[in-house]
């Protein structure tokens, strides 16, 4: 790597300058478990976090952690689970193109990156939620994440895997405040509302992070190594326009601040870049009146299981199939589901044929008859040609309802937006050791990177769990590579 004279240029007049083993750029998931790991190998460790306070992305997320192979909680619940199960799972899961190298690694470290969570204060439950959903409405500490559904069960003993805090639907904040005690606590001094504009590279070593604090210069200098861990780039509709183009137009799940500026800053420091056309989306579904009818897409065609983790479908229907994209239930499908999983929310439309209802979905009639009686000849022999198990299986009958998705068709449903929504998946080149790699697939001297800023675990496809889980994981590396430079 070439130095500039911008690289390598002396702090700017004036700008404060600190100094510490350890700078941590970004205090979501990835940045507090490496600053954690930073600490506790003995490195003194200042983070950087541009918001006013720790958290990111990550504290308004789920909180689901994508663990297995035999982990506490699975153990206390009686869940058999191997290493290679969910090796096997998440391989066929987040592919094509998902990382071999960093799932293997994961997949043989997640037992002792469990219990490492919950020694930093993760707490999960020993409570099962047993259906699909996108978030349990209680404390579960474990859910399902569609490793029940064909064709993964076929390739992998079922397990469940998402860890979950105990708190009801989005309990990111709950585990992020846990590892940040943890944090603060070994000594981790977080500098809040700075905003890192460059690295600072000499002699070919990154060495430290320009940053402006309230718009005064700061310099924050390492003498071990830099960790950048400032999420992704869905916020930055000029790097979307230039890397991930079909994301543009859709909402943005984020805390507002993933602007891609930690891959900018690694790119400007010779670091490659990787998958970044990869996203992942998600449409306003209710997962468990998906699984009990079909998904059909503007052609009036299934297209894949509607047992599998709603994300699988999602991506799927906004980005390979026509729209509109509807689901299709019957009234029995409605009533099973349990009142504060429902939403509130009734079909858009209802009618006593399926013709009719296909006219007031606009999708032909005569393809979504057809598509109707073949689930519903499936469902009778107990043999559907998606897989559908049969927990899930039956043949609905007249009268039907149709619910939108954000896969085309109407643009609001009960008062909400439709528009699918989704963030970034692709980002800077690493190792399994979290180190950032340039061009030629070397590594940067003094420069690691984890979590959404980088090119993790994911190929095309995408399981909730595996971003936090990602994240921490390699994090911890980073930390732990950052200290011992």
Sequence with gaps: ????????????????????????????????????????????VLALEGASGP????????????????????????????????????????????????LADYCAGAVEHHDWLVAHGAVFHVKLWDTPTW????????????????????????????HRPPEPNFAGGHLMAALQATADATGVETHCDVRARELVVENGRVVGVRATEFGAEREYRATRGVVLATGGFVDNDRMLEQWAPHQLGKEKISDGRDDGSGIEMGMAAGAAVRRMHQTETAMLVIPRLVVGGMLVDGDAQRFINEEVYPGLYCHA??????????????????????????????PMHAAESIEELAADCGLPADALADTLRRYNAGAGSGNDAHGKSATWLR????????????????????????????????????????????????????????????????????????????????GRR????????
């Design 135 to 162: 978030m349990p409405g209680d404390d579960s500490g474990l859910m399902w994440m569609g490793e029940r559904a064909e064709p993964y069960a076929s390739l992998a003993r079922p397990a469940a895997r998402g």
């Design 1 to 44: 790597m070439t130095d500039t004279s911008s690289d390598s240029r002396p702090a700017e007049a004036g700008a404060a300058v600190f100094t510490a083993d350890v700078v941590v750029v970004g205090m979501g998931i990835a940045g507090v478990c490496a600053a954690i790991e930073a600490a506790e190998a003995g490195a003194s």
């Design 55 to 102: 958290g990111g992305s990550s504290a308004q997320s789920g909180g689901e952690v994508y663990l297995g192979g035999g982990t506490g909680t699975q153990q206390a619940l009686g869940i058999e689970d191997t290493v290679e199960d969910m090796r096997a799972f998440l391989t066929a899961a987040l592919g094509p193109n998902a990382d071999e190298a960093k």
């Design 478 to 485: 980073a930390g732990r590579g950052a200290a011992g430079a």
């Design 395 to 474: 043949p609905l009958e007249p009268p039907f309802g149709a619910y939108p998705t954000g896969a085309g068709g109407p643009e609001t449903f009960n008062g909400l937006p439709l528009n699918a929504q989704g963030f970034t998946l692709g980002g800077l080149h690493t190792d399994v050791d979290s180190r950032v790699l340039d061009r030629s697939g070397e590594p940067i001297p003094g420069l690691w990177a984890a979590g959404r800023c980088t090119h993790g675990l994911h190929g095309e496809g995408y399981i909730s769990g595996t971003s936090l889980g990602d994240g921490s994981f390699f």
């Design 317 to 346: 229907a906004v980005h390979h199939r026509p729209g509109p994209v509807w689901v299709i239930v019957d009234e029995k499908g409605i009533e099973e589901v349990p009142e504060g999983e429902l939403w509130g929310m009734q």
